[in-house]
């Protein structure tokens, strides 16, 4: 973990809405890059971000999924969303995991709420013990998740390695256990490697430099397009993938538009949504527009990068 001070809690946050309500808690997981609960942030508008270095303004948030189910009793899973801020070089970020918490396994909580001794929103923690799967989910027991804990990064004292979410204790008048987003789920949606770049030693973490882009491929066809996307857990939805296509012709000429044939398993309506971008009279504003909806739509997923390395590849950016 990176963190000032070997501190566990240097990477958490607290959230707020534009009247500085308290939402919850997150965590940066890499720079700039926040992760807490899509319920802490469903439906608040703009959100604030606050922690070891003051408030930063998201300037996106992305929700897996994008919206729970009239009348879902509880946020489905992952209840995972990805907020960006400008990147500060000095920000404490968390480390992964490289592995799930085994069954028994102690785990502690790092985030804030405002049940403290200390008035305001303050940091807090919990020790939670975890019991086992529950659903997609992971049942805790023998802590208390009190309110705004939420979003918090549950860690491995250990080590001090990120390997769940605190998705939200069972029962509001008896805070007594809950769930957890787990490893698994949360790989998917942010896709961080397990190990930060090491810093100098007594040395301020320098802004971190963009990476170096791999070497542009050759032209890719519609079956790298479609694996790529297919590594995207939201469009496993066909109504995302429906919201997909409709961005695509939002950003070309109706003339232009691509008409692919729809189909309810994801890997083969990815593979028309990708071959109608390449079979398209301008085949390169048609993927252009669509890894432009991919950042809106998913931009913390490390597959969005790579579909900007084969736009590069195909078009050398000219489809951006």
Known sequence: MVDRGGA???????????????????????????????????????????????????LSVTRWPAD????????????????????HGEQPVAVLAAAEAPVGAELSAHGFT????????????ARLTVVGPSGEFVRLASGWIR?????????DPGD??????????EDDGDPVGGWMTPLGLLRQVVDLPSE??????????????????????????????????????ALDEERVRHDLVRRINDALPPEGGIRPRADSLALPHLEQIAGACLDNLDPCAALGALVAAMR????????????????DGCCGGGGR
């Open 68 to 87: 729970p189910p009239a009348g879902a009793a509880y946020y489905p899973a992952p209840d995972l969303a990805v907020l960006r801020t400008a990147v």
């Open 196 to 233: 930060p770049p090491p810093a100098p030693p007594h040395s301020v973490r320098p802004h971190p430099a963009p990476p170096h882009p791999a070497p542009p491929r050759p032209s890719a066809g519609r079956q790298e397009w479609a694996d790529t996307l297919h590594r995207i857990p």
């Open 114 to 125: 405002t049940v403290t001794a200390t008035d305001g929103v303050q940091p807090d923690s």
């Open 296 to 311: 809106r739509l998913a931009g913390g997923h490390r597959a969005v990068g790579e579909l900007e390395i084969m736009l």
């Open 147 to 155: 309110k705004g804990l939420s979003g918090s990064m549950l860690i």
């Open 160 to 169: 001090r390695r990120v390997v769940g979410v605190v998705k939200g204790t």
């Open 8 to 58: 566990p809690h240097g990477p958490a946050v607290w959230l707020s809405d534009a009247a500085m309500t308290f939402l919850g808690s997150g965590f940066y997981a890499g720079p700039g890059l926040v992760v807490t609960c899509a319920h802490v942030v469903y439906g608040r508008g703009p959100v604030a971000v606050h922690g070891a270095l003051g408030a930063q303004q998201a």
